[in-house]
């Protein structure tokens, strides 16, 4: 005893085994005092239900320890499927890989919370992880798994989920199938939606209401109004989901009209849910006076009430009501959430007001919009500033992300685009492809860039690295953009070439692609060609009309221009009225050609005569072409001067500060004759002119155009 008396333990104080023992009999009886009692077989169900916090749950979890209740499979479930409901999947998950059970109702509880807590990769890793441990999934399974195929867009392991279905004898489990239906509806494979939801041998309501959302999503909206209208007459009764799913169908008001009198005979009329997707249904519909008087008859609105009306006024093109609207759900201290401030975006985006956009990313940042759902947020904010024409800030958003998806990179690589910087939108899909696979909608904004600047072969680098280096395989849109850059560059031969190698039918972008280039660059037959094929597949765009028309016309070939527009005459098309909006200290004003509805009407044209005087003297020369062919010439030159895109800058030269940026938008293409005439008009005033058009947008400064003429 004598030795052991200063023994001691490594790490340890010096202490004697006497009180190294009295130590250990005192923690002996602190532990039995502090641990929880252990819990019985009976309540150990209920006791963990019970729990509300992870602090209580581990508490019953060290009683079930105590009396090696963790061990019964029943018990661990229920343990397992609690820490999923309180959001800790790191303790369930951890829970669950000490089992090594195989067990699937367990997994299936492992599986749901994966996917319940949006980690739907780590579902699909346990699925494949179930199988390669001959684990047989069952008809709880595959919902989760399907579910998480479809929020993936995976639509290929997706249909090897849909063999295992078949393969372990669950494809008539009506459930199951309908899991299938979404997913293949997300993935935008609606046929294979349709195949499934046919070949149902019972369906219930949700099967009606999942069929009928594919319908509208992939843009089957007659469809799915045909599937609402059978379902109708098999006496099933529509429920919610079905109702809201059949509204996001209709585009015409007799239809909108019967689903709202389905909607009131089975009780839906008190139903807000119901009141939010008419009042959009209708906005569609183009009755936006409807939608108006529906959102003014729901007395206790929310947040979805004020961001549906705020969205059908921006689709409708009434910006301004939409900021009015959102201002006065300001005014009642309603606090906008992430989608309502997209649809204000949205909005602003309509107006193209800079000073609109920057007053929204303001609120955006005292109401702390991007804590909502920064990302979406963020990357709407970015595309916001591209359209209202200030790269700068928009690039200032992007670079402050802490996060960036495919999304946010092709909104940054776009903006470069419409704004004529080709380099910088390559530089930055380099960039961008070190982080992140490009997928088919950043590929069309790189090869759009590409196009907008004249860079032929980074334009042909892209293309060509689609299928080779990322498996994105080219669309009717890339293809399109392609022959929009060689027809641009003046290479119509190698566009024509191109075309006819197309291992797809070309479409109206491609064709439309190749009769724009062939107006620059004055080639007839090719243009003749284009426009025979797009008179048969687009035959109600009266652009394609007006565009060959002008070919013809400044050729001399004037009776076949004539000839052009007779057809479109005949065929009740319609030109659209060109118009270019310019906003002046808070107000928005309009100017078609020839405008003298103004009050300073007298005023502005005194001032365009001036200007126009001064930049003859600088060299401008009117360019004839963009005007009428059967004119004299001095009326020619008179038509030339009183388009609306040079109304609206003089417009803005009086009633502006010389120091500030005048910005117009132009609803059509800008005219090459005011293109011309503003690159000598930023020069003679010495002001920064900024144009949007229907295209692009055009930065005139000192002479020059951002575009550098090629456009």
């Known amino acids: 005893m004598q030795k052991l008396k200063h023994c001691w333990f490594p790490g340890r104080p010096r202490y004697s085994c006497r009180f190294f023992w009295a130590e250990a009999e005192t923690l002996t009886q602190a532990q039995e005092l502090f641990s929880p009692p252990p819990v019985r077989a009976d309540t150990c169900v209920s006791l963990i239900k019970q729990c509300s916090s992870l602090h209580s749950l581990k508490t019953v979890y060290a009683s079930m320890l105590r009396s090696h209740f963790h061990l019964n499979l029943y018990f661990l479930t229920n343990l397992i499927a609690q820490y999923v409901s309180l959001g800790s999947i790191s303790h369930a998950y951890s829970l669950f890989s000490s089992s090594h059970s195989s067990d699937p109702f367990l997994w299936n509880v492992m599986i749901r919370g994966f996917v319940d807590h949006a980690q739907y990769h780590r579902s699909v890793l346990l699925y494949i992880q179930m199988l390669e441990l001959g684990i047989r999934p069952n008809n709880y399974t595959f919902p989760f798994v399907i579910k998480a195929c479809?929020?993936?867009?995976?639509?290929?392991?997706?249909?090897?989920?849909?063999?295992?279905?078949?393969?372990?004898?669950?494809?008539?489990?009506?459930?199951?199938?309908?899991?299938?239906?979404?997913?293949?509806?997300?993935?935008?494979?609606?046929?294979?939606?349709?195949?499934?939801?046919?070949?149902?041998?019972?369906?219930?309501?949700?099967?009606?209401s999942t069929i009928i959302r594919a319908c509208s999503l992939n843009d089957h909206y007659e469809e799915g109004l045909s599937l609402f209208w059978r379902m109708l007459r098999e006496d099933i009764r529509p429920d919610r989901a079905t109702v809201l799913n059949v509204m996001a169908c209709a585009y015409r008001v007799n239809d909108a009209d019967e689903i709202c009198r389905v909607a009131v005979f089975n009780g839906f009329d008190f139903d807000q849910y119901v009141h939010n997707a008419a009042l959009g249904m209708y906005a569609r519909c183009g009755r936006i006076d409807l939608a108006r008087s529906i959102f003014d008859g729901i007395l206790n609105k929310d947040i979805v009430t004020w961001a549906s009306m705020i969205e059908a006024y921006a689709q409708a093109d009434l910006p301004l009501e939409a900021l009015g609207l959102f201002k006065q759900m300001n005014s009642q201290r309603i606090f906008p959430d992430s989608v309502t401030l997209l649809s204000v975006v949205r909005a602003c985006s309509v107006l193209a007001s800079f000073r609109h956009a920057h007053a929204v990313h303001g609120i955006i940042i005292l109401t702390g919009g991007f804590f909502n759902n920064p990302l979406a947020v963020e990357t709407a904010v970015i595309d916001l500033y591209t359209k209202c024409g200030s790269l700068t800030y928009a690039r200032k958003v992007f670079d402050r992300m802490q996060s960036r998806n495919i999304i946010t990179w092709s909104a940054m690589i776009s903006g470069y685009g419409m704004h004529g910087l080709g380099g910088e939108a390559y530089n930055l899909f380099n960039q961008m492809k070190s982080s992140v696979k490009p997928d088919h909608i950043a590929f069309?904004?790189?090869?759009?860039?590409?196009?907008?600047?004249?860079?032929?072969?980074?334009?042909?680098?892209?293309?060509?690295?689609?299928?080779?280096?990322?498996?994105?395989?080219?669309?009717?849109?890339?293809?399109?953009?392609?022959?929009?850059?060689?027809?641009?560059?003046?290479?119509?031969?190698?566009?024509?070439?191109?075309?006819?190698?197309?291992?797809?039918?070309?479409?109206?972008?491609?064709?439309?692609?190749?009769?724009?280039?062939?107006?620059?660059?004055?080639?007839?037959?090719?243009?003749?060609m284009a426009a025979k094929a797009l008179l048969d597949l687009d035959s109600k765009n009266p652009g394609r009309y007006v565009l060959l028309s002008n070919i013809y016309a400044s050729s001399g070939k004037t009776k076949d221009a004539h000839k052009i527009r007779t057809l479109m005459m005949n065929r009740g098309v319609r030109k659209v009225s060109g118009h270019t909006i310019i906003e002046i200290k808070n107000k928005v004003?309009?100017?078609?050609?020839?405008?003298?509805?103004?009050?300073?009407?007298?005023?502005?044209?005194?001032?365009?005569?001036?200007?126009?005087?001064?930049?003859?003297?600088?060299?401008?020369?009117?360019?004839?072409?963009?005007?009428?062919h059967d004119v004299e010439e001095e009326t020619k030159e008179k038509m030339l001067y009183v388009h609306s895109e040079k109304l609206a800058i003089v417009f803005g030269l009086l009633n502006s500060r010389s120091e500030s940026v005048i910005r117009i938008r132009k609803n059509l293409r800008i005219c090459g004759d005011c293109h011309t005439a503003t690159k000598f008009i930023s020069k003679v005033t010495r002001r920064e002119i900024v144009v949007r058009d229907a295209r692009r947008f055009h930065h005139f400064k000192d002479g020059t155009c951002s575009c550098g003429d090629y456009w």
């Open 589 to 628: 004003y309009t100017f078609v050609a020839g405008d003298r509805s103004h009050p300073q009407t007298d005023l502005i044209y005194s001032e365009l005569e001036r200007v126009m005087d001064r930049i003859r003297q600088e060299g401008y020369t009117p360019d004839m072409n963009f005007v009428l």
């Open 150 to 208: 479809g929020c993936l867009r995976n639509v290929e392991f997706g249909i090897q989920v849909h063999d295992d279905v078949v393969e372990f004898g669950y494809e008539s489990d009506v459930f199951v199938c309908n899991s299938l239906i979404v997913m293949y509806g997300k993935c935008e494979r609606y046929e294979l939606s349709r195949q499934v939801f046919d070949r149902m041998p019972d369906r219930n309501e949700t099967s009606w």
């Open 444 to 528: 069309v904004s790189i090869l759009s860039a590409c196009s907008h600047s004249g860079l032929v072969a980074e334009g042909w680098e892209c293309f060509n690295s689609m299928a080779r280096d990322f498996r994105v395989t080219p669309r009717t849109e890339h293809y399109a953009c392609m022959v929009d850059l060689l027809g641009r560059a003046g290479k119509l031969d190698e566009a024509q070439v191109f075309i006819e190698r197309m291992p797809i039918g070309p479409d109206a972008g491609v064709w439309g692609a190749l009769l724009g280039a062939c107006r620059v660059h004055s080639n007839i037959d090719l243009a003749e």
